[in-house]
């Protein structure tokens, strides 16, 4: 665990956290005794002009929770790594991106979600794979089509897809701990076999779990 903090809030950043900070905000690190990785893109604004974004749409520090642009940081990850003709067309692809959807107005803050939106994000972030449709709109306390229909407006995706890069998350930080096989994770991530989780990785990375780790032994791309 790393302590992230600046003049207002302290985060507590685990495996697999992203957090988005503003240049123009002062922030501090504290890192844990034991051994910790982590990887920054530092965004100079030239950069931001380049691409007609104001360089301040963002303020303070922000610990991003949303899986999908959570994968996107993942994928610029990827993407330093594979460093080839096309990688800096792609870096930019995927920051656009990324910046795009934090300008976006996020519904689950604002007052107009109803109190079924947060109910069920924190259920299928704390189990993803215990979860039926049935189950969900219990919780939710509305009709399994009423739920099935909103949840794209809200979570920008559909459940399925929003549970699998949930588990393709979890997944990315357990990649790293060698001593656990493809088989430990895909039964820790909620995967039906590690056959399905190999062919949902591909899905969403465009590289096999084994590739991944092997990844991240090369060395930083500066």
């Not at 997944?171 to 590690?194: H, K, V, W, Y």
Request: glycine share 4%; aromatic share 10%; net charge positive.
């Amino acid at each position: 665990m790393v302590l992230d903090g600046n003049r207002k809030d302290v985060h507590e950043n685990t495996a697999g956290d992203v957090m988005f900070q503003n240049c123009q905000d002062p922030h501090y690190n504290i890192g844990s005794k034991l051994f910790t990785r982590g990887f920054h893109v530092e965004i100079d604004p030239s950069w931001f002009t380049q691409f007609d974004i104001p360089a301040n749409f963002l303020e303070g520090s922000v610990n991003i929770k949303d899986p999908v642009i959570k994968l996107l940081m993942y994928n610029i990850f990827r993407e330093t790594k594979l460093f080839d003709g096309e990688s800096q067309l792609g870096i930019d692809n995927l920051l656009v991106q990324l910046i795009g959807a934090l300008r976006a107005k996020d519904p689950l803050v604002g007052r107009q979600a109803p109190a079924w939106v947060s109910k069920v994000k924190e259920a299928l972030h704390a189990s993803p794979e215990n979860w039926s449709l049935t189950d969900l709109a219990k919780l939710a306390n509305v009709h399994p089509v009423h739920l099935s229909r909103q949840f794209p407006k809200y979570f920008k995706t559909s459940i399925g897809e929003y549970v699998r890069m949930i588990r393709i998350q979890k997944a990315l930080t357990l990649l790293p701990n060698r001593n656990m096989t493809l088989t430990e994770i895909s039964n820790e991530c909620g995967f039906a076999d590690q056959s399905h989780f190999i062919r949902c990785f591909r899905f969403y990375q465009r590289l096999s779990p084994l590739q991944y780790r092997r990844f991240l032994q090369k060395s930083p791309i500066r």
